[in-house]
């Protein structure tokens, strides 16, 4: 896994990344297309005309972003509306299918870590890209996600971090879509404004938003088109997988979490209190060790392949990411964490 450093206006970071991950883009594409077929019943012509609809949402909430977007898709030599579609492909399939993704926020020895595993198809594992935006408009960041996209799990220079578990819901409504409210989140340079990209400009289909600050501070956001239900710290931890239990949340939206969510999180749980107690200092080997538990393994926090589980539903871990917000550092591991010894460690100047 390489680094991409993507400079300048909106249209020429965009034109860069869709320059230098191509292939890249036109692989995810067909990974969706099969996705959408599988999920939905539908094909990549009418999954374009399904996204479209998103393209006010945005031009309401974040109209630059859609200058970026669309150099993307010149970069790549293919239309904005696959391009769209990509990033609205939570929207489209979301409804059907649901990754795995265990998230967690953690402040120990003065020091905040924010912390996940990227659990999604098999097919997506090499379409996965880490890029560092340098804008005109917004701090140095850091996203780990998938080509062609604006944003995922990442970071910026302000020491704002945002992880991110999908919700399998059927609601869905105005508001950013999920991936261009973390790029938003990503460009803020602080918790508040982070924050108020759920409560102000909100987003249009349920997520949960793990987002946390190099002051100490995190939160975790149940996002939906309505007021987000909110997760504050107990003992410096917020944890989540992949279904809601905030009460502002559940009373709201109705979600169909897969069997495994809530084992997986009473695991994490235990795993951070028994392992990481107040005070004590920690590393990322540590949190990589957390991330790479297989306890009731295949459906564990460290996924592997299934054979029980239907080919179009077999979900394992992507990647693993560590950040050190206060040191403004990320490190990436890609693919399983339990498996891989490859790093890619990026550090941001404090802005």
Same mark, same amino acid.
């Given at each position: 896994?390489?680094l991409?450093?993507?400079?300048?206006?909106?249209?020429?970071?965009?034109?860069?990344?869709?320059?230098?991950?191509?292939?890249?883009?036109h692989?995810?594409?067909?990974?969706?297309?099969?996705?959408?077929?599988?999920?939905?019943?539908?094909?990549?012509?009418?999954?374009?005309?399904?996204?479209?609809?998103?393209?006010?949402?945005?031009e309401?909430?974040?109209?630059?972003?859609?200058?970026?977007?669309?150099?993307?898709?010149?970069?790549?030599?293919?239309?904005?509306?696959?391009?769209?579609?990509?990033?609205?492909?939570?929207?489209?399939?979301?409804?059907?299918?649901?990754?795995?993704?265990?998230?967690?926020?953690?402040?120990?020895?003065?020091?905040?870590?924010?912390?996940?595993?990227?659990?999604?198809?098999?097919?997506?594992?090499?379409?996965?890209?880490?890029?560092?935006?340098?804008?005109?408009?917004?701090?140095?960041?850091?996203?780990?996600?998938?080509?062609?996209?604006?944003?995922?799990?990442?970071?910026?220079?302000?020491?704002?971090?945002?992880c991110?578990?999908?919700?399998?819901?059927?609601?869905?409504?105005?508001?950013?879509?999920?991936?261009?409210? !973390?790029?938003?989140?990503?460009?803020?340079?602080?918790?508040?404004?982070?924050?108020?990209?759920?409560?102000?400009?909100?987003?249009?289909?349920?997520?949960?938003?793990?987002?946390?600050?190099?002051?100490?501070?995190a939160?975790g956001?149940?996002?939906?088109?309505?007021?987000?239900?909110?997760?504050?710290?107990?003992?410096?931890?917020?944890?989540?997988?992949?279904?809601?239990?905030?009460?502002?949340?559940?009373?709201?939206?109705?979600?169909?979490?897969?069997?495994?969510?809530?084992?997986?999180?009473?695991?994490?749980?235990?795993?951070?209190?028994?392992?990481?107690?107040?005070?004590v200092?920690?590393?990322?080997?540590?949190?990589?060790?957390?991330?790479?538990?297989?306890?009731?393994?295949?459906?564990?926090?460290?996924?592997?392949?299934?054979?029980?589980?239907?080919?179009?539903?077999?979900?394992?871990?992507?990647?693993?990411?560590?950040?050190?917000?206060?040191?403004?550092?990320?490190? !990436?591991?890609?693919?399983?964490?339990c498996?891989?010894?490859?790093?890619?460690?990026?550090? !941001?100047?404090?802005?």
């Amino acid at each position: 896994m390489r680094l991409t450093e993507l400079t300048g206006s909106r249209h020429a970071i965009g034109e860069a990344h869709g320059l230098a991950h191509a292939r890249l883009i036109h692989r995810s594409i067909e990974v969706y297309d099969r996705l959408f077929l599988d999920f939905v019943g539908i094909r990549w012509k009418e999954a374009r005309e399904e996204a479209d609809r998103f393209a006010a949402m945005i031009e309401r909430g974040f109209p630059e972003i859609l200058d970026e977007m669309a150099g993307i898709a010149r970069g790549a030599g293919v239309d904005l509306a696959d391009i769209l579609t990509l990033n609205c492909r939570s929207e489209i399939s979301l409804t059907r299918a649901s990754g795995g993704c265990s998230a967690f926020a953690l402040q120990r020895a003065g020091q905040q870590w924010l912390a996940q595993n990227w659990d999604w198809r098999t097919d997506q594992l090499h379409n996965v890209v880490a890029l560092k935006i340098t804008g005109e408009q917004a701090a140095p960041l850091l996203s780990i996600g998938e080509a062609g996209m604006v944003a995922k799990i990442g970071m910026n220079a302000h020491g704002i971090g945002v992880c991110l578990n999908a919700i399998r819901s059927r609601t869905c409504g105005q508001g950013l879509p999920i991936h261009v409210a !973390l790029r938003k989140i990503l460009e803020s340079p602080d918790l508040e404004s982070a924050v108020a990209v759920a409560t102000r400009d909100r987003v249009c289909s349920p997520a949960h938003f793990l987002i946390a600050s190099a002051d100490g501070q995190a939160a975790g956001l149940e996002v939906h088109p309505g007021e987000p239900g909110r997760l504050a710290p107990e003992h410096g931890m917020v944890t989540h997988t992949n279904h809601l239990y905030a009460r502002a949340a559940t009373c709201q939206v109705e979600d169909f979490p897969r069997p495994d969510s809530r084992p997986r999180l009473a695991r994490l749980d235990r795993l951070l209190r028994d392992q990481m107690p107040d005070h004590v200092e920690v590393d990322e080997a540590a949190l990589f060790d957390i991330l790479s538990d297989h306890h009731d393994a295949p459906l564990s926090i460290c996924r592997h392949f299934n054979p029980d589980q239907p080919p179009e539903e077999r979900m394992e871990t992507l990647f693993a990411v560590v950040m050190n917000l206060s040191e403004r550092r990320l490190t !990436l591991r890609h693919g399983k964490p339990c498996e891989t010894t490859d790093i890619l460690s990026v550090t !941001l100047d404090p802005a």
